[in-house]
Structure formats: structure tokens, C-alpha cells
């Protein structure tokens, strides 16, 4: 079955940065469009970063452009998250998800088939 596990979250103090991995499996992953996520306590599900199967296309939610960069490896099947200048506010648990169809819009959650388990990312002011 499809597993995707992020790994590469921990605790950093504001304007450092972090890159944290998804790894896929079960899944022939060059077919899929990739997202991150993150949910912070007692808040919804927020898209910040979605990438194309080829990776030649990416989006941005606006709290994260400049400072937040997605990429994949194909052929290594791995979606990364390259997060610079981080803040208090980027705390969260950060989720990576497989989008189940490209006609489908990447910022909703219910729009993505497979979840990871999240990855905690704490940032200390």
C-alpha cells in the first residue's frame, strides 16, 4: 500500500531553518503531484506548498513564499521542503500528502488519497 514518511522536523529558534524529506512508497510516485501541509493545535489543515509530477511547477500559500521551497527527486522518490527564515507562527505538525488526481485543486485536503504521519516542527522565539 501507499506509505509516505516525513522525517527531518525538530525544535530550531526563529530565523534558522530547516529541510525536511517525505519518502513514498507503493505508489509510482513521478505520476503524482505532491503537497505539504502543516496543522498547528487547534487549527485546520493549511496548505503551503504543492509540487507537479515533472516538478517543473510549483505553488506557494502566501505565508510561506520566499521562505519555503518544495522539490522532488524522482528517482529517489522523495518530496523535500526547504524552509528558511523560520518563525513562532511556522509551528506545526507538517504533513506530506499524493494528490489523487492532477485535475483535482492541490489546496484542499480532501483532494489528497495518501497521508503521512507528520513531522513536528516546533520554532522558539
Known amino acids: 500500500q501507499v506509505q509516505l514518511v516525513e522525517s527531518g522536523g525538530g525544535s530550531v529558534q526563529a530565523g534558522g531553518s530547516l529541510k525536511l524529506s517525505c519518502a513514498a512508497s507503493?505508489?509510482?510516485?513521478?505520476?503524482?503531484?505532491m503537497s505539504w501541509f502543516r496543522q498547528a493545535p487547534e487549527k485546520a489543515r493549511e496548505f503551503i506548498a504543492h509540487?507537479?509530477?515533472?516538478?517543473?511547477?510549483?505553488h506557494y500559500a502566501d505565508s510561506v513564499k520566499g521562505r519555503f521551497t518544495i522539490s522532488r527527486d524522482n528517482a529517489k522518490n522523495t518530496v523535500f521542503l526547504q524552509m528558511n527564515s523560520l518563525n513562532p507562527e511556522d509551528t506545526a505538525v507538517y504533513y506530506c500528502?499524493?494528490?489523487?488526481?492532477?485535475?483535482?485543486?492541490?489546496?484542499?485536503?480532501?483532494?489528497?488519497?495518501?497521508w503521512g504521519q507528520g513531522t513536528q516542527v516546533t520554532v522558539s522565539s
Open positions: 500528502a499524493a494528490l489523487r488526481s492532477p485535475l483535482l485543486g492541490y489546496g484542499s485536503p480532501t483532494n489528497y488519497g495518501s
Open positions: 507503493g505508489l509510482t510516485f513521478s505520476s503524482y503531484a
Open positions: 509540487i507537479s509530477r515533472s516538478g517543473g511547477n510549483t
